[in-house]
């Protein structure tokens, strides 16, 4: 790593927890933790993930052990990819369902099937996967 205006004796590089398969997803938490979403596949969207949480009691930038499954058989991935000029809803099992905000109440979207192509000038959507 390398640019101009960046010194690179100010800061390092260190696997803070490996062996995970196909890690999809990092959040840290307020008290120091992180939570990583991983898929056992490489095709994570026809795979059951897991979310694991790992800690670093002593501050020293690695995980303390292999981390804590806190819930494993998670469904797989709902993917948006851009598309001519469209946007291409895909995933894997379930029903899509749609909502005109996040927190909404979520319908059905009837009669689709994934792959689903959408118009990106139409009204503003939010969109999951419901099993």
């Not at 307020?30 to 490489?42: D, W, Y």
């Not at 020293?60 to 993917?79: E, F, R």
């Amino acid at each position: 790593m390398g640019g101009s205006g960046v010194d690179t004796n100010n800061f390092r590089v260190t696997t803070s927890a490996g062996g995970l398969d196909f890690p999809q997803g990092l959040a840290a938490l307020s008290e120091g933790s992180l939570l990583v979403t991983i898929s056992p596949a490489e095709n994570y969207s026809s795979s059951s993930g897991k979310l694991v949480r790992f800690t670093d009691t002593n501050l020293d930038g690695i995980a303390n052990g292999p981390g804590t499954v806190l819930y494993s058989g998670l469904p797989g991935a709902l993917t948006m990819v851009p598309a001519a000029g469209s946007l291409v809803l895909a995933w894997d099992r379930g029903a899509l369902q749609q909502a005109d905000d996040a927190t909404g109440s979520w319908t059905a979207v009837a009669d689709v099937f994934s792959p689903y192509r959408l118009d990106p000038g139409g009204p503003r959507k939010f969109f999951r996967v419901g099993y």
